[in-house]
């Protein structure tokens, strides 16, 4: 997103406009056909070493990765031994790639593919072409994921050791973490239902995750930021039915209105809504992803070349913040792709749409086995599995400017659809 807001609107268009891995151009078989999709080659590729024919190769079920389909995990010592020009294994955000037959395919040349060889090369690729859907392009190549593993030695211990000298009443105390903000929460009743309150603060843009339990009385609800991930449980004071009566979120205050009935048997004043406990994580603390299960409850054509996804899961709220996206896995595998979700009013069919369920516009590219096209084939009632929302998208800077220019490329127009709708609602500069 291009503003006049200077960096902090720019930096969404780094960070948060991911170029879908399928979105390869369709490039002639020439001398100067780039691997990459990239026009502006540095140097002449080989007649037969083409984008296409990279591809084609991917295709013809030679094994590139030398795996024989299998994934191995790669330690940091093992991938420094893959280090010349017929022996080439690259690191890239903790996945390990077999780039030895991609090396005369590369626009950038063999010597500044070299350059990235035998060792972890994450910080030099994004710092040269971090747009590049390295995934799709080096899918065929995977070895593995790299275990990072620190080696302790003997001697370490003696050589560290120092003696500590404490005064008395004199105690040794670790800062207190501070995080971004508390949220706080309040409720009102009637006889038949309630409504809980969630308070972050002005254009926080935070995510939530609103989760039914086994037990009738039972609520977990989760506030995701850019950093954290503040969970609440509730006990409530009576039984409740699922899904919510309604959801109401408004992103220039932060707060979030949830509403529920109360089950038959409770429909009745409560003494207090209940018990509750919070646990506040660090998402950089949490040794795995979180993904959830959703089905697909509805896929059908949009256009020519695009399809509507909607997923939803019976016992589980996902609202992902402005300029937020989400990792779409397919049975568990290892490779994912970044989506947007869109407000339901951009899809054609917006029967049984509404606050539960995740809205999806993708564009399908031909190419045979891509994500997109692997994707577009799933049936209703099929499972994939979303991840919590990703990105670090500001509202805030937006407060200052009335006048905008999108400029939407890779992934298309799909990040800017929940930017407008929060831009045409807000009361802050209205315009």
Not at 104 to 115: A, Y
Not at 218 to 243: C, D, S
Not at 353 to 371: A, D, E, G, P, V
Request: charged share 20%; aromatic share 10%.
């Amino acid at each position: 997103m291009n503003t006049t807001s200077t960096d902090d609107s720019n930096s969404f268009i780094k960070s948060s406009l991911q170029t879908d891995a399928d979105g390869f151009k369709s490039q002639k078989s020439t001398s100067s056909g780039s691997a990459t999709g990239n026009l502006r080659n540095k140097c002449a590729l080989k007649p037969g070493h083409s984008l296409m024919d990279w591809i084609r190769l991917g295709n013809s079920g030679e094994d590139l990765s030398g795996t024989q389909g299998r994934l191995i995990p790669i330690s940091m010592e093992e991938l420094s031994k893959h280090n010349s020009r017929n022996d080439a294994w690259i690191a890239i955000r903790g996945i390990v790639y077999n780039v030895t037959r991609y090396m005369d395919f590369h626009p950038g040349g063999i010597d500044e593919l070299m350059r990235g060889v035998g060792k972890d090369s994450t910080q030099l690729f994004n710092e040269i072409h971090a747009w590049v859907n390295y995934q799709q392009l080096l899918n065929k190549c995977c070895i593995g994921p790299l275990k990072k593993i620190v080696k302790v030695q003997p001697d370490l211990i003696k050589r560290l050791e120092v003696q500590i000298s404490l005064k008395e009443n004199e105690l040794l105390q670790l800062p207190k973490l501070k995080f971004e903000m508390e949220p706080r929460f309040d409720w009102i009743q009637k006889l038949n239902d309630f409504t809980l309150y969630v308070y972050t603060k002005q254009f926080y843009n935070p995510g939530f995750l609103i989760k039914k339990l086994h037990g009738a009385n039972q609520l977990e609800i989760w506030i995701l930021t850019e950093a954290t991930i503040h969970q609440f449980h509730y006990e409530l004071h009576g039984g409740i039915q699922w899904p919510p009566k309604n959801l109401k979120i408004s992103t220039e205050s932060g707060k979030l209105e949830l509403t529920f009935w109360k089950s038959e048997q409770h429909r009745e004043l409560w003494r207090s809504l209940g018990t509750h406990n919070v646990k506040t994580l660090f998402k950089s603390s949490c040794e795995e992803e979180i993904f959830v299960d959703f089905q697909i409850i509805n896929n059908q054509q949009f256009n020519h070349n695009s399809y509507e996804l909607v997923l939803q899961n019976k016992h589980v709220i996902l609202i992902t913040p402005v300029g937020y996206h989400v990792s779409i896995g397919l049975n568990w595998e290892m490779f994912k792709k970044d989506y947007t979700p869109v407000p339901a009013k951009y899809l054609t069919c917006t029967e049984n749409l509404n606050f539960s369920t995740i809205n999806l516009l993708i564009k399908k590219y031909t190419i045979s086995q891509s994500f997109s096209s692997r994707l577009s084939e799933q049936k209703e009632g099929a499972c994939l599995q979303v991840s919590l929302p990703k990105g670090n998208f500001k509202l805030l800077p937006l407060t200052k400017h009335r006048n905008f220019c999108f400029l939407a490329a890779g992934s298309g127009l799909t990040p800017f659809f929940g930017i407008i709708e929060h831009l045409l609602k807000r009361q802050t500069n209205r315009m």
